[in-house]
């Protein structure tokens, strides 16, 4: 893997070396990264695996027309043969009247911005392993767990490196830290499954892997004898950890590609009452430390914290050039991309900003509801914003955690389902895309 300032130098030489082969625009990103992990099973070594890899990819432009090659050989010889083979393609392929780099008045001029996304720490194996222990050990202490799926710990570091050739040179290193633990609770047929993990750049960050392997181990007792309550309609509340799968949901219908193509269900409704007047949305590219934070968008486009819900009310689409352009906007520094592919939009640190009310009174609100833990299948339909999926959970009543359900769907519509929401006021910043317990006053519970 690259430094920064190496790869930076090899993406400006491949832009250079393919407009000057007659291109007439180009982007070159440079992807290098190295990991280590370490897995244990009943206090047993299982795996220890270490990789490294590095690809770059190049995007010729010629008029209105593009290809995009990719290559993990860096060597001089090869980035001439990945030259010539993606300017043949790019004369081949068919013209796009939105096809192009990102305009030069966006671009990131200037130093970039500090993110703190790098510790430069590198675990040696026997921490790794140490650490997966520790956090299967705990979770193997609580009463009721009675087997261990594995407790895992990684590291990893990345260089990510973009140049243009409208003028556009940057690079950036992030680090990563992380470690899991899955156990299995009861026996026979009553046995339950469940997990925890946590993620974070900055080693000191991580969560300590006791905790996190008791609350792997108090989750998977949590859910033993589970029932299926009557079906009807419910309020339900999303527990944070699948509470950020709405905000999913919602980056992709805002998507310039989703609207310039009239495939969102939130199409036509830019300056609107999306939400409840509580709700705000933002998406925050600098957040130090943050594990989506980027200092410049995947076209080289400048980033700053962009409110994309304003008291309910949807501010703006996300785009990159290309669906900019076919929406008559100018592109949000929404940018992502691999090393084989064109741009396309999608969000940084998204969040929904914490409520008024905390999660124990929502959770009081109605005299029995329904408490989402876990949510299965891919039931939604991004046109209409039908919603339909699995979830396990727990029951609620005076608002206190019963029983525990499983095998049960829940239904509504998205657009319904925004409306109507309030977010509690335990917001934590853990994955990239968060949001705090959030209730839906109304959905239909059924038999999965």
């Not at 300032?5 to 491949?14: F, G, H, V, Y």
């Not at 206090?43 to 990789?51: A, K, Q």
């Not at 990945?82 to 009247?97: G, H, K, Q, T, Y």
């Not at 047929?189 to 392997?213: C, K, N, P, W, Y």
Request: charged share 20%; glycine share 10%; proline share 5%.
């Amino acid at each position: 893997m690259l430094s920064p300032d190496q790869a930076r130098t090899i993406a400006e030489t491949l832009v250079e070396r393919g407009i000057a082969a007659g291109a007439s625009a180009s982007d070159a990103l440079y992807a290098g990264n190295r990991s280590s992990s370490v897995q244990v099973r009943l206090g047993e070594l299982e795996d220890v695996s270490r990789s490294e890899g590095e690809q770059i990819g190049l995007r010729l432009l010629v008029g209105q027309r593009s290809a995009t090659v990719a290559s993990s050989d860096l060597s001089d010889e090869a980035l001439g043969l990945l030259v010539n083979r993606c300017l043949a393609m790019a004369r081949e392929a068919p013209e796009d009247p939105f096809a192009g780099l990102a305009p030069a008045e966006l671009l990131e001029r200037g130093e970039l911005p500090f993110l703190d996304a790098d510790d430069r720490l590198e675990p040696d194996p026997s921490e790794l392993r140490s650490r997966a222990l520790d956090a299967e050990n705990a979770a193997l202490g609580v009463e009721g767990v009675t087997n261990s799926s594995g407790a895992s710990a990684s590291a990893s570091a990345s260089t990510i490196a973009l140049a243009t050739s409208g003028g556009f040179s940057g690079a950036y290193r992030t680090s990563g830290h992380s470690c899991s633990a899955v156990v299995i609770a009861g026996e026979g047929a009553t046995m339950q499954r469940d997990f925890a993990s946590r993620s974070a750049h900055h080693l000191e960050d991580l969560e300590a892997a006791v905790e996190i392997g008791r609350r792997a181990g108090m989750r998977a007792v949590a859910r033993l004898n589970p029932s299926r309550p009557k079906p009807g309609k419910y309020p339900v509340l999303f527990d944070p950890r699948v509470s950020s799968s709405l905000l999913g949901h919602f980056s992709g219908a805002i998507s310039g590609s989703s609207i310039a193509r009239k495939t969102s269900f939130l199409e036509g409704k830019l300056g609107e009452a999306v939400f409840a007047p509580g709700v705000s949305i933002v998406d925050d590219p600098l957040r130090r430390r943050g594990l989506r934070s980027r200092p410049f968008d995947g076209e080289g486009v400048r980033v700053l914290s962009q409110d994309l819900v304003s008291k309910g009310i949807l501010n703006q689409w996300i785009a990159e050039s290309a669906s900019a352009r076919q929406l008559g906007i100018e592109p949000t520094g929404h940018a992502a991309r691999g090393v084989g592919g064109s741009p396309s939009a999608a969000p940084s640190n998204l969040y929904l900003a914490p409520g008024l009310r905390s999660r124990e009174e929502l959770l009081a609100a109605f005299p029995e509801a329904v408490l989402v833990v876990e949510l299965i299948g891919q039931g939604v339909n991004p046109v209409t914003g039908d919603y339909s999926r699995g979830a396990v959970g727990f029951m609620v009543r005076g608002g206190e955690i019963a029983e525990a359900v499983s095998e049960i769907t829940i239904a509504s519509n998205l657009i319904d389902m925004f409306a109507t929401l309030e977010p509690a006021s335990d917001l934590e910043f853990r994955r990239g895309i968060d949001a705090p317990t959030l209730l839906i006053p109304e959905m239909t519970i059924g038999a999965a």
